[in-house]
């Protein structure tokens, strides 16, 4: 069966300082994997998406950056933190859609409760 | 642009059906999740919709009008672990992207 593991699950940090949120895959491959941002109340923001290695897309502008080494691995990055950046964030993977009725709903990682200080 | 409405809140009463409702303007379209989240938890899925009609499942049914940019997420026979957010999402014509609305928070009473 698969599996997303996504870590730390709570992360206090100060402005300025770096941030680097892991998230690995297990029982698929080449998965199609998602940063999601949700602020207190709202619904999600996507930040990212890879269809493959080294294949980042990103949605908005923000000092974020995602990487993906490995093709199960998904990794979320900041050189510098703003108090902005504070939020729950989301990991999630998804399978390849083939065909017009394919489910290919999105599987979510427990998150990051990230607050900046 | 991209947007994806539902409302805010809403309060029913255990035992009863809610119908929470959605609508949204995308880049093209490639089906339509229903994501439950309780608080403080990540979201699960419940249900996809990809052609009209209603799709059911159990005590959760969801309908699709792709013409009308709508859909609604049906529960029915309410009990207090339903009180959660309801997340209504579309995946684009890409087929990559999954686009969320800002969820329906409901409360469930006795």
């Known amino acids: 069966s698969q599996t997303i593991h996504q870590w730390p699950a709570t992360l206090v940090q100060p402005v300025g300082s770096p941030l680097s949120l892991e998230c690995t895959v297990e029982g698929t491959s080449n998965p199609n994997l998602y940063w999601y941002r949700q602020a207190a109340g709202r619904g999600l923001q996507l930040l990212f998406y890879s269809i493959g290695i080294d294949q980042i897309s990103s949605e908005v502008p923000q000092n974020l950056s995602a990487s993906r080494p490995q093709d199960r691995q998904f990794i979320l990055s900041s050189k510098k933190l703003l108090l902005s950046d504070s939020g729950f964030y989301l990991c999630?993977?998804?399978?390849?859609?083939?065909?017009?009725?394919?489910?290919?709903?999105?599987?979510f990682g427990q998150g990051t409760r990230l607050t900046v200080v | 642009g991209q947007n994806i409405d539902q409302p805010t809140e809403m309060t029913a009463t255990e035992g009863a059906i809610v119908q929470i409702n959605c609508t949204y303007q995308?880049?093209?379209?490639?089906?339509l999740f229903w994501y439950q989240q309780h608080a403080g938890e990540a979201p699960t899925f419940l249900s996809y919709?990809?052609?009209?009609g209603l799709e059911e499942k159990g005590r959760f049914s969801s309908f699709l009008s792709r013409s009308k940019g709508y859909s609604y997420l049906l529960l029915k026979e309410l009990q207090m672990k339903d009180s959660a957010s309801y997340l209504c999402?579309?995946?684009?014509?890409?087929?990559?992207?999954?686009?969320f609305g800002a969820g329906t928070r409901l409360f469930v009473k006795a």
């Open positions: 999630a993977w998804s399978g390849r859609a083939t065909g017009y009725s394919r489910n290919t709903e999105a599987f």
């Open positions: 919709n990809v052609l009209d």
């Open positions: 999402a579309v995946r684009d014509g890409g087929g990559f992207k999954t686009i």
């Open positions: 995308t880049s093209g379209f490639n089906g």
